[in-house]
């Protein structure tokens, strides 16, 4: 089975934080990405990456960045958070088909 | 870029059919997925069907698609209440560097005992 985790089920932070959001996976998949799910909106893709020390933009990169130094962990990170960045963010993983693989999600409150 | 377009509530009574609908514009599209999210949860894969089939079946889930007009549909025969929960459709889309997937704004299903 494949496996895929987030560091937090719940984070509250404050406004102009920097916040670290991880995700693992160990199924030695060669693609990850970040989303964020705000309701009636679906599925933004943020980043994703595709090898180590790879990363390619998403829709809506604006305010993030990632890290990907290891295969099997990606990193989200807000430099500053905000306030519109409180919504709940999904990490999955892919081999080379399509099919994603997601971790249940880190809601993130910004105050 | 592809478009991925659902309804987004559906309530129907325990034991009744649900039938969930998704249009999308891409139609080089090669997989097309449902996924379903239970409250407070990450997505769970339910089904998927490759783009050269009309229909899948499995179990309670049957999948039809119609390339012609770009439309997917999930139905879940004798719907319970476990089945309550949001539903995704997402097309698969080549980006260059990795496969991607385009989700629609997912339907909430409630079933009504």
């Known amino acids: 089975d494949v496996k895929v985790t987030q560091s937090s089920r719940y984070l509250v932070k404050r406004t102009g934080e920097k916040v670290f959001l991880e995700c693992v996976q160990d199924?030695?998949?060669?693609?990850m990405f970040w989303y964020r799910q705000d309701p009636g909106l679906g599925l933004r893709l943020i980043y994703f990456?595709?090898?180590?020390?790879?990363?390619e933009k998403g829709d809506i990169p604006e305010g993030y960045s990632v890290s990907r130094e290891k295969k099997e962990r990606f990193s989200l990170i807000l430099e500053s958070a905000s306030t519109n960045q409180t919504s709940m963010y999904l990490c999955?993983?892919?081999?080379?088909?399509?099919?994603?693989?997601f971790g249940p999600g880190t809601r993130l409150l910004v105050l | 870029g592809e478009d991925v377009e659902q309804s987004l509530f559906l309530s129907v009574r325990e034991g009744d059919s649900s039938v969930i609908n998704c249009t999308y514009t891409?139609?080089?599209?090669?997989?097309l997925y449902w996924y379903k999210q239970e409250p407070g949860a990450g997505l769970q894969l339910l089904t998927y069907?490759?783009?050269?089939?009309d229909m899948k079946q499995d179990q309670r889930l049957t999948v039809l698609l119609n390339k012609k007009d770009k439309h997917l549909s999930l139905r879940i025969a004798d719907t319970q209440t476990g089945d309550s929960a949001i539903y995704f459709c997402?097309?698969?889309?080549?980006?260059?560097?990795?496969?991607?997937?385009?989700f629609g704004s997912g339907t909430q299903l409630t079933v009504l005992p």
């Open positions: 999955a993983s892919s081999t080379g088909s399509e099919t994603q693989y």
């Open positions: 199924m030695d998949h060669e693609n």
């Open positions: 990456s595709y090898d180590v020390k790879m990363k």
């Open positions: 891409d139609s080089s599209s090669t997989y």
């Open positions: 069907i490759f783009s050269n089939m």
């Open positions: 997402a097309v698969g889309v080549p980006s260059g560097s990795a496969r991607q997937l385009t």
